[in-house]
């Protein structure tokens, strides 16, 4: 797995599960919300031997909205933020959070990535 510099530790609001997005061999993109009923999305990114790593945002609904009618690519959602995290959970689900500075390019989607009903779990 990538090592992330320039880090600091940070910590989430507390989430519900709400949906997966987009699914393939294990979940890929999950939508949360947080108490105020705002969506959060967890993109996956990374993963080692000991942990899985998740770039988590808060978006606005309507730019969600505009996703899931095909308006926006997942890029746009991603972009659209100025602020991200990452978080490493681990096989007993223990979580690290980390306040983002930036993305890794390889962690970006590449091209186009529209919402696909099909590509989902409900």
Same mark, same amino acid.
Request: charged content about 35%; aromatic content about 16%; some cysteine.
């Given at each position: 797995?990538?090592?992330?510099?320039?880090?600091?530790?940070?910590? $989430?609001? @507390?989430?519900?599960?709400? #949906?997966?997005?987009? &699914?393939?061999?294990?979940?890929?993109?999950? =939508?949360? @919300?947080?108490?105020?009923?705002?969506?959060?999305? &967890?993109?996956?990114?990374? #993963?080692?031997?000991?942990?899985?790593?998740?770039?988590? /945002? +808060? *978006?606005? +609904? /309507? $730019? $969600? %909205?505009?996703?899931?009618?095909? +308006?926006?690519?997942?890029?746009?959602? *991603?972009?659209? @933020?100025? =602020?991200?995290?990452?978080? %490493?959970?681990?096989?007993?689900?223990?979580?690290?959070?980390?306040?983002?500075?930036? *993305?890794?390019? =390889? &962690?970006?989607?590449?091209?186009?990535? /529209? &919402?696909?009903?099909?590509?989902?779990?409900?």
């Amino acid at each position: 797995m990538r090592t992330l510099s320039e880090m600091q530790s940070a910590e $989430l609001p @507390k989430l519900e599960r709400v #949906r997966t997005l987009e &699914y393939y061999d294990g979940p890929l993109v999950v =939508e949360f @919300k947080d108490e105020q009923d705002n969506p959060w999305l &967890y993109s996956w990114c990374d #993963r080692d031997e000991n942990a899985h790593r998740w770039l988590v /945002f +808060k *978006i606005e +609904k /309507f $730019l $969600l %909205d505009d996703y899931l009618a095909g +308006k926006k690519d997942f890029l746009a959602l *991603i972009l659209g @933020k100025l =602020e991200w995290f990452f978080v %490493d959970t681990d096989k007993d689900f223990n979580q690290t959070c980390w306040r983002a500075n930036e *993305i890794p390019a =390889e &962690y970006m989607p590449q091209g186009e990535c /529209f &919402y696909d009903a099909e590509d989902a779990e409900w």
